[in-house]
């Protein structure tokens, strides 16, 4: 027993020995696993490799070019299919060759298509970095991609160029490789070939004339040939070659010394005095380039054989360039030649790009494009942007919003905001500050609303602020903050626009030649309510029609925009001068100055003429609508100088009530008392007293308010003239004629506000001439008047009579009854309805029975609103008269108000107008 028991352990013991160890379990795991990825990754580097291109040795001799196509989809331009010169390897001189290798693959002689050493080199950087922050393209891989791969940096791309490399290293000598790469490339320039760019850059033909400082510019431009072309950007240029010169000795290609002297010459004495033809809509192109590289990474428009789809409207571009040359039947006043101009025109529904405006004369090739490139200080065009769009936006403030303009505003820290004339306009609607540009209450309206809410506002606009940080002279565009003519036109455009707002864009779509498309069009996005657009756009239509824009208006035409001019110390003039407007069918901006800065420019009107001549030709046989207003918009009328708004009473002029727009829910409730009417006087009456040869007037009036009266009188209904004013309820009028009769009116006028009346309430009384006394008969009445009760909606008519027994007939309107009192009562007066009363004594007894004394009349008009509104034609137009003959001073005034508005605008705070 006790031997089968041993037996039994033993066996456990010999089995339990022989299990694994857990790490070679896992060792073998590992191994596993990683041949498991090996096979996959073998078998997808496998699919890549099966799927890619032919080497076909048409497409390795010429780079296919770009066809481009204007908004209708008819070409305007083949990029790639002139400015080519072939040269042979053996035409390539040494010191050329040296260059490009040192520059592009120091190891191309040696490799067999790809560098390993580059490529771990690589790999490090992009672990380091991200996928495809550094290449290790060799030569020959870059010659497979130009010929027959896409631009993009997909591995399954760049396992394809490299295989393909290895196959062209199979196939072509390194000499034939070197060939095709220098016979390729893009030199900037409408160059393509180191061959043509030697002709374009330095005038030479034969290649071997080139210099070790030529060569090295050569080598260095296929890496950014537009920015490093030398026309344009010599410094540039140098920094450029100054690299290649230091890779050259690194790798013993040069001395340093050879390196030294290279380093000595003067870029521009080198350059070919020519330039080269510029190319047809050179600066729309040069968008078009910006765009494709910067959306399609890695694109090329000049060797990829793209056809790219654009938003170009040649007609508008044609013109756009047509105001910004020499020509004599050009309309715009340049008055010399070096001064810049640039525009951009956008359609304001979609915010595509019809047409840029890069520069005056067209600068030469691949120049300097200040509709794109420019960052200049905006001054004023900013203030809608910054100021009052985030205000009306966030604070919901109206276009009637009163801004205390008292005096220069003091910022801590620096000089005091002014305005650009010096001169202060008190309390100012938004509306009045914007159209006339005043910068303190644009600064005040800034901080109101808050730095973040305005930041957030302009930057969804496009508007990018120094340091990433808005400060106050934002308001007024002083500060570091820059923009360029196509960016502010972007901007302008989302006010025209609903408040929508995308990136302007000039390609719509790119399609490659291997039949693949991309949508290259921005998606729209809501920039703001739709209130603030429409109100924006209101304020600046007045800002053209009545402010400083009126030299950019065109009659008939619903437009809306700004100026902008800015300042800078120890210049005279304005350093830029700009004006951004719209309609609801295009967007426009355009943009004035110097390169130099410390130049100051004379005519700060000619972007006003630039936009007003663009948008009168572009508008030409198209409908302009006006702008819409949103139902989240009311418009008010309001009584001027109100603060806050109220609206206007019943009795408020015409000449104080404006009209103005409020976000629906904002708008004012409480109505004025300013211009409240008061109450009439009653029991009017006037009676002559023989002994005193005066006539005696008394009236009554029952209220609290305090209130004087305005006593006037005409004779014989001769024109009324002003006898006193009193605060009693009567006065005598003394020394009156014989034989005359006086017209006695008197008008309730408030002692608190001047401009609050009550309707005028008039009475007759005859004096008796010298021979009355002994004539018989009837006399007449005397003391009639009339009065209006509006508790009661009745006239009081009541008279006096001296003489034989009489009863009275009393006429109203045609309508006549007799009575024997002094006075009757008009029941049911209708308000606005004007009642003439006649009043005639008839003898009763002996022989004046049947006789009729002379009639008096009196006429009172039943107040109502529409009675002020039937009197306002005459007013009007006597207001309109004063108005013309204040224009018309206005006008003689001008030339030495704007001398004086130059003056002013030399503001040193980079301020504006």
């Known amino acids: 027993m006790a031997d089968n028991s041993q037996s039994r352990t033993a066996r456990r013991k010999q089995k339990k020995s022989k299990k694994k160890p857990v790490w070679k379990k896992i060792l073998l795991t590992v191994l596993l696993v990683i041949l498991a990825i090996g096979i996959g990754v073998g078998g997808v580097f496998t699919y890549w490799i099966a799927t890619a291109p032919e080497l076909d040795a048409s497409e390795l001799a010429i780079p296919f070019s770009s066809i481009i196509y204007d908004q209708d989809g008819n070409e305007f331009a083949d990029l790639g299919s002139e400015q080519r010169t072939r040269v042979e390897y053996d035409e390539f001189p040494q010191v050329l060759i040296d260059a490009v290798v040192a520059t592009e693959d120091a190891r191309f002689f040696e490799h067999s298509g790809i560098d390993l050493r580059r490529i771990g080199g690589a790999i490090i950087a992009n672990i380091r970095g991200g996928f495809g922050s550094e290449g290790a393209s060799t030569i020959t891989q870059q010659v497979v991609e130009q010929s027959f791969l896409t631009p993009d940096k997909d591995l399954s791309i760049k396992v394809q160029e490299q295989w393909l490399a290895l196959q062209l290293e199979r196939e072509y000598s390194k000499e034939e490789i070197m060939e095709m790469y220098l016979n390729k490339i893009f030199y900037g320039s409408r160059a393509y070939g180191v061959g043509k760019a030697s002709e374009v850059y330095f005038d030479k033909t034969d290649l071997e004339e080139l210099t070790l400082p030529e060569a090295a510019i050569l080598a260095g431009l296929p890496q950014r040939p537009t920015a490093y072309n030398p026309y344009e950007s010599p410094e540039l240029t140098e920094g450029r070659m100054d690299t290649v010169l230091t890779l050259m000795v690194r790798h013993d290609k040069i001395s340093q010394e050879e390196a030294d002297e290279a380093r000595g010459v003067d870029i521009t004495e080198l350059l070919n005095p020519t330039d080269p033809e510029p190319t047809h809509y050179e600066a729309f192109l040069q968008q078009v380039r910006d765009e494709v590289e910067e959306k399609v990474d890695g694109a090329d428009i000049y060797t990829d054989g793209l056809e790219i789809h654009t938003t170009l409207d040649p007609s508008i571009q044609e013109h756009v360039e047509f105001l910004l040359t020499d020509s004599e039947e050009n309309p715009i006043p340049y008055y010399d030649e070096e001064m810049q101009a640039s525009m951009a025109v956008l359609d304001t529904n979609n915010g595509a790009i019809r047409a840029i405006g890069g520069s005056r004369n067209n600068q030469g090739l691949d120049g300097f494009n200040y509709a794109t490139d420019l960052n200049r200080q905006p001054g004023s065009t900013i203030k809608p942007i910054v100021s009052y769009g985030p205000a009306i936006e966030h604070d919901q403030i109206s276009t009637y919003q009163q801004i205390n303009d008292d005096q220069p505003y003091e910022v801590q820290g620096t000089d005091p905001i002014r305005n650009y004339n010096r001169s202060y306009a008190g309390w100012v609607s938004a509306r009045d500050a914007l159209s006339r540009s005043l910068n303190v ?36 565009g002083g500060t570091e903050t820059g923009v360029s003519p196509l960016q502010l036109a972007g901007a302008f455009r989302a006010f025209g626009n609903e408040g929508i707002y995308n990136e302007p864009y000039a390609v719509t779509s790119v399609e490659f030649a291997d039949g693949r498309s991309i949508d290259l069009q921005p998606e729209p996005e809501a920039a703001m309510s739709d209130y603030t657009a429409y109100m924006i756009s209101d304020m600046l239509k007045t800002a053209i029609s009545e402010g400083t824009g009126t030299n950019a208006n065109i009659q008939g035409m619903p437009v809306a925009g700004k100026t902008g001019t800015t ?39 000619i972007p006003h003429a630039l936009f007003r001549e663009t948008m009168t030709e572009i508008s030409n046989d198209i409908e302009t609508a006006d702008f819409t207003r949103p139902s989240s918009v009311v418009e008010v009328d309001v009584e001027r100088g109100s603060n806050p708004a109220v609206l206007p009473s019943d009795y408020t002029p015409s000449s104080e009530i404006i009209t103005e727009l409020f976000v629906s829910g904002t708008e004012p409730s409480s109505t004025s008392e300013r211009f409240d009417q008061l109450d009439s006087v009653s029991g009017l009456h006037a009676e002559y007293d023989e002994d005193s040869n005066s006539i005696t007037v008394e009236w009554d009036y029952d209220t609290d308010t305090d ?96 003489g034989p027994p009489a009863s ?96 002013n605008e030399n503001d040193d705070n980079g301020e504006d107008d």
């Open 441 to 476: 209450p644009a600064v005040k309206v800034l901080e109101e609303t808050g730095y973040e809410n305005a930041q957030t506002f302009a930057e969804g606009l496009g508007i990018n602020f120094a340091d990433d940080n808005i400060g106050i002279r934002d308001a007024i």
């Open 567 to 605: 300042n800078r110390d120890g210049i005279e003039g304005a350093a830029d001068s700009w004006f951004s407007g719209y309609t609801t069918n295009y967007t426009i901006s355009a943009w004035t100055g110097y390169d130099e800065y410390d130049r100051g420019i004379e005519d700060t009107q």
């Open 707 to 802: 209130v004087s009266f305005e006593v006037s009188a005409s004779q014989d209904g001769g024109q009324m003239q002003g006898l006193s004013s009193t605060d009693d309820t009567s006065i005598e009028i003394s020394d009156v004629e014989s034989g005359t009769e006086y017209e006695i009116q008197v008008v309730a006028l408030s002692n608190e506000d001047s401009g609050s009346t009550s309707d005028p309430v008039s009475t007759a009384v005859t004096v008796p001439g010298e021979d009355d006394e002994e004539e018989e008969g009837i006399p007449s009445v005397n003391g009639l008047s009339a009065s209006y009760n509006e508790g009661d909606s009745l006239i009081d008519v009541s008279w006096q009579y001296d």
């Open 808 to 903: 009275f007939e009393v006429d109203v309107n045609g309508e006549t009854q007799t009575v024997d009192s002094n006075g009757i009562e008009i029941s049911g007066a209708t308000p606005g309805e004007t009642y003439t009363i006649n009043v005639t004594p008839v003898g009763q007894n002996g022989d004046n029975e049947g006789v009729r004394g002379d009639t008096q009349s009196t006429e009172i008009t039943v107040p109502e609103e529409e009675v002020e509104e039937e009197q306002e034609p005459e007013e009007e137009q006597g207001e309109e008269e004063e108005q013309d003959e204040e224009v018309e001073e206005q006008d003689e005034q001008e030339p030495e108000e704007e001398e004086q508005e130059e003056e």
